[in-house]
């Protein structure tokens, strides 16, 4: 008798924390929305008192972190799996593995070749520091991306690529530019902060060029406990304010950050940024729902917008290509890109723009040809061209 996918599952999994080749496996889509727990990343690591099962917990403003035995873990895998969540993706050395279950109890187990680079050593992340160094991290460990030895712990690697990642592209564009000695740079839709320290970091130690910068988020828990950080780690003209994208008071902005800011609230930022004059605005937008909404093709092309995903992703390319145009018509230099691969997030296009001129001399042929663009998919307007009207 074939044996349920299930228990398959939980075969392949012990078999894979067995020969210690499981690299990790991710438990998504609750079974209630209203949860705070948002996903459950489980990885193995190695300790002074022998292999655990590493579990990070995701809640919306806080990760958890607790390590677990093996007989253990399992099971609170499986009670995670029955009665928390829908899905499990399993990534080891030998094959990738997907559990996936429906509302209505039908449960599919569908099994891949891997796709991520093979895991050989448990003891700590090997990953190079880059532009950012662990030794001495006061942010990063308070973030719980490295451990008290200044190591990057396991489970958090993903995280420390993406950061170093996010330097590494924004380096170029900030060394070219001509700035002012009290120059301000604002991270808006900061979050937990990870890309924010970060910038103040390279800026601060790295360039020698101390910003007057500012974290803008409207959870007032995660400003208290940015702020808190930053004390900590002694950056003295870093500072976190609770408000909105479209609402926060900010004297002028040389450089503006806006990284996965939902929806409408990257053309808000985008516009913060235009409207001061912005040196630099980078953008990593994420959720493009407006334009979405506005499709209405009724030529030949209708078909591309049939399917749902497909219409999701065209969505995202129009919105973007909007963006980007509208970008240059204001005098921006502009890049798209992009920002890391999907492998560590889904949400990895990068916007650059760079100031170089107060105005595009073809400013008007650029607004005829995102006409054009409206025209062809049944668009009444993008929303970053309501807020510059």
């Given amino acids: 008798m074939e044996k349920n996918p299930i228990e ?4 392949k999994l012990a078999s894979c924390i067995d020969e210690k080749v499981l690299i990790k496996l991710t438990i998504s889509n609750q079974r209630s929305k209203s949860s705070d727990l948002q996903s459950i990343i489980v990885t193995l690591t190695n300790l002074k008192r022998g292999f655990r099962l590493n579990f990070v917990y995701r809640h919306t403003t806080r990760d958890i972190t607790k390590n677990y035995e093996f007989d253990e873990g399992i099971g609170i895998i499986r009670k995670a799996l029955t009665e928390d969540f829908f899905n499990a993706d399993l990534f080891s050395n030998k094959e990738d593995i997907r559990l996936v279950s429906s509302p209505g109890g039908k449960i599919k187990l569908s099994i891949q070749k891997p796709t991520l680079q093979p895991v050989t050593e448990f003891h700590h992340d090997h990953i190079k520091s880059r532009l950012i160094n662990t030794t001495g991290n006061i942010y990063l460990r308070e973030l719980g991306i490295i451990n008290a030895n200044w190591e990057v712990r396991r489970e958090m690697s993903d995280k420390f690529r993406q950061i170093n990642r996010y330097i ?4 170029p564009e900030i060394k070219d530019l001509t700035l002012p000695d009290d120059y301000q740079v604002v991270d808006m839709g900061s979050g937990k902060g990870y890309l924010t320290f970060a910038l103040y970091d390279y800026l601060a130690n790295r360039l020698g060029k101390i ?8 959870r007032d828990d995660l400003v208290k406990t940015c702020n808190s950080i930053a004390v900590k780690s002694k950056f003295d003209q870093l500072k976190f304010n609770s408000g909105t994208i479209e609402k926060v008071e900010l004297s002028h902005i040389d450089i503006l950050i806006a990284l996965h800011a939902c929806d409408t609230a990257t053309d808000e930022a985008i516009y913060r940024g235009i409207t001061s004059d912005a040196s630099l605005i980078v953008c990593a937008p994420c959720c493009h729902k407006q334009i979405r909404k506005e499709l209405n093709v009724t030529s030949a092309l209708q078909n591309i917008v049939k399917y749902g995903i497909l219409k999701e992703r065209q969505a995202e390319i129009i ?12 005098g921006y230099r502009t890049k798209v890109f992009e920002f890391i691969s999907t492998e560590h997030t889904p949400k990895n296009v990068m916007i650059v723009g760079r100031k170089t001129s107060k105005e595009n001399p073809e400013k008007e042929k650029i607004f005829r040809d995102i006409a054009a663009i409206k025209s062809v998919y049944g668009i009444n ?9």
């Fill in 8 to 11: 398959a599952f939980f075969d």
């Fill in 168 to 171: 590494e592209l924004i380096e």
């Fill in 211 to 218: 910003p007057v910068m500012t974290g803008v988020e409207f």
């Fill in 319 to 330: 919105t973007d290509t909007i963006r980007a145009m509208i970008l240059e018509a204001y």
């Fill in 381 to 389: 307007q993008h929303y970053l061209e309501f807020l510059l009207a």
